[in-house]
């Protein structure tokens, strides 16, 4: 941003500004990182969260990774065209369908893994490895107060 005469300087000086303009680079680098690995970055939340926590119910999965519920249906109807996830009924309730990552949906994940790796390297580039791990602590720390609110 420096030498960037483009925007008023009371903008390059409020965080929340800051936030959002980082914010909307680092979505764009990430879903075309993602689209050239033929994925979404909904694909990215499921798959890791069904890898993390282990299988769910739809709702459970869906609250897990903050996705709208019909946003939720659509993503896992790919995945599971795709082969990477695999639903079966709950056996507590036959009206629920328990949701599971497959080992191709790991292996998708995987690859996931890599591409977002080398977007925080691309997005982070201007930064030492201490000033990269300042920023991920305040971000989370920022974070977590807004989940406390």
């Given at each position: 941003m420096e030498g960037d005469?483009?925007?008023?300087?009371?903008?390059?000086?409020?965080?929340?500004w800051l936030i959002a303009e980082v914010s909307g680079h680092a979505h764009r680098l990430v879903a075309d990182a993602l689209a050239s690995a033929n994925s979404r970055g909904y694909d990215y939340r499921l798959l890791a969260a069904l890898q993390e926590f282990?299988?769910?119910?739809?709702?459970?999965?869906?609250?897990?990774?903050?996705?709208d519920r019909s946003d939720v249906v659509e993503a896992l109807n790919d995945l599971a065209r795709r082969g990477f996830i695999e639903r079966s009924a709950d056996p507590t309730d036959r009206r629920c369908k328990i949701i599971s990552i497959t080992r191709l949906g790991i292996v998708h994940?995987?690859?996931?893994?890599?591409?977002?790796?080398?977007?925080q390297?691309?997005?982070?580039?201007?930064?030492?490895?201490?000033?990269?791990?300042?920023?991920?602590?305040?971000?989370?720390r920022l974070l977590m107060n807004q989940a406390a609110e």
């Open positions: 005469d483009t925007r008023p300087s009371r903008l390059k000086q409020m965080p929340t282990g299988a769910a119910s739809q709702a459970a999965v869906g609250r897990r990774t903050r996705i994940l995987h690859r996931l893994d890599r591409v977002l790796v080398g977007v390297d691309d997005l982070l580039a201007p930064l030492s490895r201490t000033e990269r791990q300042v920023l991920i602590t305040v971000l989370t």
